[in-house]
Each structure stands twice: as structure tokens, then as C-alpha cells.
């Protein structure tokens, strides 16, 4: 079992940063592969960006590539999302999820078993 934990969200202008936290409970958060998700208002949740476990493989969607950025740090139990150049339609709730299995990569939201409570970002123009 693993809780989640995210922070990190805010208001931010168009074309600026911010830093998403997720932060695990539980001694083996390394056999856990973790993704990002982001759902806006009136919308399906969508993949936004994964992490394996132990090899620290990542994946991510097309509209986030080459813009943002996971990783993720075992010792503290934590995966972070560096998000830039922040356009109006990356506003969403963004949620952190994880999956035991170290070496998954999937951007089904229906594969991962863990969630937490969503940390909201809202990019203006």
C-alpha cells in the first residue's frame, strides 16, 4: 500500500514555471512506477507523464513534451513534475498515481491503483 501526497499547484501566467510534488508513504516506493494525470473541468482525466521505478524511465505525452520534465527521487519517496512554459490549456487538476510494478509504463489512468487528491493549476493568459 502507498498513500499520495500532492503539492505544488497555483495561478501562474502563461509561458512561467511550476514545480509539482508527490510525496509517498510506505519503505518500498521503488517498486512503484508513477504517472501524472491532469483533468480540466468538464473533461476525461489524461496521461501526462510516467516514471518506472527502478530504472527511472520516462514517457510523456505529446503535449507536454519537451516542456516538462518527471523525476523522481527514491530516498525521499517523492516525483516531481518541473512544468514550463506553462500555456492556458495545461490548466487542470493534476493528480499523482503509482502502480506496483517498477518497470510499467502506461498512460491508462484505468492501470494505476493509487491516487491521491489532485493539486490544482490554473495557467492564465
Known amino acids: 500500500q502507498v498513500q499520495l501526497v500532492e503539492s505544488g499547484g497555483g495561478l501562474v501566467q502563461a509561458g512561467g514555471s511550476l514545480r509539482l510534488s508527490c510525496a509517498a508513504s510506505?519503505?518500498?516506493?521503488?517498486?512503484?512506477?508513477v504517472g501524472w494525470f491532469r483533468q480540466a473541468s468538464g473533461k476525461e482525466r489524461d496521461f501526462v507523464a510516467t516514471i518506472t521505478g527502478t530504472t527511472g524511465y520516462t514517457y510523456y505525452a505529446d503535449s507536454v513534451k519537451g516542456r516538462f520534465t518527471i523525476s523522481r527521487d527514491n530516498a525521499k519517496n517523492t516525483v516531481d513534475l518541473q512544468m514550463n512554459s506553462l500555456k492556458p490549456e495545461d490548466t487542470a487538476v493534476y493528480y499523482c498515481?503509482?502502480?506496483?510494478?517498477?518497470?510499467?509504463?502506461?498512460?491508462?489512468?484505468?492501470?494505476?491503483?493509487?491516487w491521491g487528491q489532485g493539486t490544482q493549476v490554473t495557467v492564465s493568459f
Open positions: 498515481a503509482a502502480v506496483r510494478n517498477p518497470l510499467f509504463r502506461s498512460s491508462d489512468p484505468t492501470d494505476y491503483g493509487y
Open positions: 510506505g519503505r518500498t516506493f521503488s517498486a512503484y512506477a
